[in-house]
């Protein structure tokens, strides 16, 4: 049985994940509109993982007989600045989350929510990984600076990302 307490809280972070979704859409829109149609791929597969990330929290609601309440998602913003601002906000976005996930499992432990626990593991892992990906790309736009040719490499190295959906859970 979950609290109406804990399936409240992993309710908000279905909300959260799909605001997630909507910003690395917005931020590959804005990759479109300044010609990085490499950072707008890379952008809109993000997209497509939070929205599997949502999907894995919803569906963990409804096998714990609660159903989820679908809450207004916020706009996000139209402009991101630079490549490397936008790969910066993308990582700060991504610090928030893993506090938000934190936060939860914190929860999940004063309640002994064994499943839960159990469950939110993943979402632990994951965040590191995300963490991480983004720090990585940010190095890579730090040491190409303003250099054209490596930007344009960059591009084409964020082209070739493609959507393989994660497995919530494994
Ligand atoms: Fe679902 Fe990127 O955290």
Redesign the pocket.
Known sequence: MISDKMAAAINTQVNR?MY?AYLYLAMSAYSESIDLPGFANWFRIQYQE?MV?AFGLYDYLISRDYTPVLLAIEQPPKAFGTPLEIFKAALEH?KK?TAWINELVTMAVAEQDYAAQSFLQWYVKE?VE?EATAKLIIQELKMAGNDGSTLFMINRELGARVFTAPVVGQ
């Open positions: 994940e997630s939070e990330h991504e989350v965040q995300e």
